[in-house]
């Protein structure tokens, strides 16, 4: 059982047997790349624009796995048909970020990114390549046309990104079964000739 103090997230998000983390948590995203989150902060808010939803997600989560893992369309019909899976190289997954409370809340820039778009504004970055630091506003699929888009935007921006959680979620026993686990490891030893007979 995931534990969570006010979390939806953890009710969509599997933990892996014995670590006490949930599943997609490794060490290369459990802290933020630049280290601006400190313990007793809370955790990024992804705000989606054409969609109209927030989201939780862990600091230095990839925002392409954060929107795949909650159902978010991503990709348009040519990203649907055909993506590299997450390695830079298609740019199908490619998103605006609409603005934020944060001086950066995504990681810098990739040279994978810089080099893909060039020729696209900014704001836009690839959700593949971006990890996210701080909460954000995104809008997917920047190329399609979203009606009203300058007034979803402004008040985007002027409701406030709501606090996630403060806490990693835990499972609740997992500690006692890396005890468990262990003991049985010790049990299981070679037999001595004292053993046999």
Known sequence: MICFPRSPVSASVPCLPHSGLAEGVTKRNLWAQSGRLLLGHSMPVIRFL???????????????????????ELYGLKGQLGNCGGCGQCITCFVDVVGSDADAPLTART?????????????????????????????????????????KKAAARSEALPAGPTAWPFVEGAEDAEEGSKQETDSASAATPSDEG
Request: net charge neutral; hydrophobic share 35%.
């Open 111 to 151: 040279v994978v990114e810089d080099n893909k778009l060039r020729r696209r504004p900014e704001s836009w970055r690839l959700a593949c390549q971006a990890l996210v630091e701080q909460s954000v506003i995104v809008l997917t699929r920047p190329q399609v046309r979203l009606a009203e888009l300058d007034k």
């Open 50 to 72: 054409r969609e109209g939803r927030d989201v939780e997600c862990y600091p230095g989560e990839n925002l392409r796995d954060v929107a795949l893992r909650e159902n978010i």
